[in-house]
């Protein structure tokens, strides 16, 4: 009986095994190994065109304290994530509170505030952004209507570029709208009648009820928006091409500009990993914070 039982044991591992092969696969050769090279690339010399030389850290050295231009791009990015994740997220709360109701063909609306989370970040709508905020769009067009003459559009100025990429990714909010709507309908609703009967006005409600009862939610978006911040890139290319005077350069896409446009694949690659590290830092952060003031149920 007992060795049945091994036999049937061994069959079961032994098919399991089979089914995770195809992700291991693609973990290994998409992931994994990719990830290894271009950390061995980080140390190197090497411009795809040469066998890499080892350089030891002077890649590293050198983005800090030789690299102007890493510099401005850290900047911007930095810049970027400050502005347009706090925006997006109180902009997705505020449509999430909206829909949590009852109306006539809330499903289609619900649908037609995720579409810009699903196209936003494609070639083709920065384009049309582009279009929309250029010198002959309908901005500067609705701006001529009032008076407002100007030869430069808003994204040939470097003082509101970078504010014209931060609108399109507010724009974006539909997937932490999604994720702030679901989590709307989990919050009992015995705790709203109970402030009722207090009564307790909407303001209060929010803040006392719905604000700490969603704080893992506002975690969790506020964690995947950061990176997706940080990773911006189709924006900066596409639209404005970094400029102008580099005040829309993003970090990701100086790293292309670095790899694909000067060859400088070792440089490139350190880039990517003091990106993983930035990245690595804001998150443990946010989770060493999360005890002061985030709210879990169970928690007693």
């Given at each position: 009986?007992?060795?049945?039982?091994t036999?049937f044991?061994?069959n079961?591992?032994?098919?399991?095994?089979?089914?995770?092969?195809?992700?291991?696969?693609?973990?290994?050769?998409m992931?994994?190994?990719?990830?290894m090279?271009?950390?061995?690339?980080?140390?190197?010399?090497?411009?795809?065109?040469?066998?890499?030389s080892?350089?030891?850290?002077s890649?590293?050295?050198?983005?800090?304290?030789?690299?102007?231009?890493?510099?401005?791009a850290?900047k911007?990015?930095?810049?970027?994530?400050?502005?347009?994740?706090?925006?997006?997220?109180?902009?997705?709360?505020?449509?999430?509170?909206?829909?949590?109701?009852?109306?006539?063909?809330?499903?289609?609306?619900?649908?037609l505030?995720?579409?810009?989370?699903?196209?936003?970040?494609?070639?083709?709508?920065?384009i049309?952004?582009?279009?929309?905020?250029?010198?002959?769009?309908v901005v500067?067009?609705?701006?001529?209507?009032?008076?407002?003459?100007?030869?430069?559009?808003?994204?040939?100025?470097?003082?509101?570029?970078?504010?014209?990429?931060?609108?399109?990714?507010?724009?974006?909010f539909?997937?932490?709208?999604?994720i702030f709507?679901?989590?709307?309908?989990?919050?009992?609703?015995?705790?709203?009648?109970?402030?009722?009967?207090?009564?307790?006005?909407?303001?209060?409600?929010?803040?006392?009820?719905?604000?700490?009862?969603?704080?893992?939610t506002?975690?969790f978006?506020?964690?995947?928006q950061?990176?997706?911040?940080?990773?911006m890139?189709?924006?900066?290319?596409?639209?404005?091409?970094?400029?102008?005077?580099?005040?829309?350069?993003?970090?990701?896409?100086?790293?292309?500009?670095?790899?694909?446009?000067?060859?400088?694949m070792?440089y490139?690659?350190?880039?990517?990993?003091?990106?993983?590290?930035?990245?690595?830092?804001?998150?443990v952060?946010l989770?060493q914070?999360?005890?002061?003031?985030?709210?879990?149920?169970?928690?007693?």
């Amino acid at each position: 009986m007992k060795r049945k039982k091994t036999i049937f044991k061994k069959n079961d591992n032994l098919l399991g095994y089979m089914l995770l092969a195809p992700w291991l696969l693609g973990f290994l050769v998409m992931w994994f190994i990719p990830m290894m090279v271009s950390v061995y690339y980080s140390f190197t010399d090497f411009n795809m065109l040469k066998t890499p030389s080892f350089v030891g850290i002077s890649n590293y050295v050198r983005a800090f304290t030789k690299d102007d231009t890493f510099k401005q791009a850290l900047k911007v990015t930095f810049k970027y994530v400050l502005l347009v994740v706090p925006l997006r997220l109180a902009f997705a709360l505020f449509v999430a509170n909206l829909l949590n109701k009852k109306h006539i063909a809330l499903g289609l609306y619900r649908t037609l505030y995720y579409v810009p989370s699903i196209i936003g970040g494609s070639v083709a709508v920065s384009i049309v952004w582009k279009q929309v905020f250029g010198n002959s769009g309908v901005v500067m067009s609705l701006l001529s209507l009032f008076g407002y003459e100007q030869k430069t559009s808003l994204l040939g100025n470097p003082k509101t570029a970078l504010f014209i990429i931060v609108l399109m990714g507010v724009w974006q909010f539909g997937s932490s709208m999604l994720i702030f709507l679901s989590a709307l309908k989990q919050i009992p609703t015995s705790l709203y009648e109970a402030a009722h009967v207090d009564g307790a006005g909407k303001l209060k409600i929010f803040w006392k009820i719905t604000i700490p009862m969603l704080t893992p939610t506002i975690f969790f978006n506020l964690i995947l928006q950061i990176i997706n911040g940080f990773r911006m890139f189709t924006e900066s290319y596409v639209i404005t091409e970094g400029g102008p005077v580099n005040s829309t350069l993003s970090y990701v896409y100086y790293m292309y500009q670095r790899a694909f446009n000067y060859f400088d694949m070792g440089y490139s690659c350190a880039l990517a990993w003091i990106l993983v590290a930035i990245i690595a830092v804001f998150t443990v952060v946010l989770f060493q914070t999360q005890k002061f003031w985030v709210y879990y149920a169970g928690e007693e």
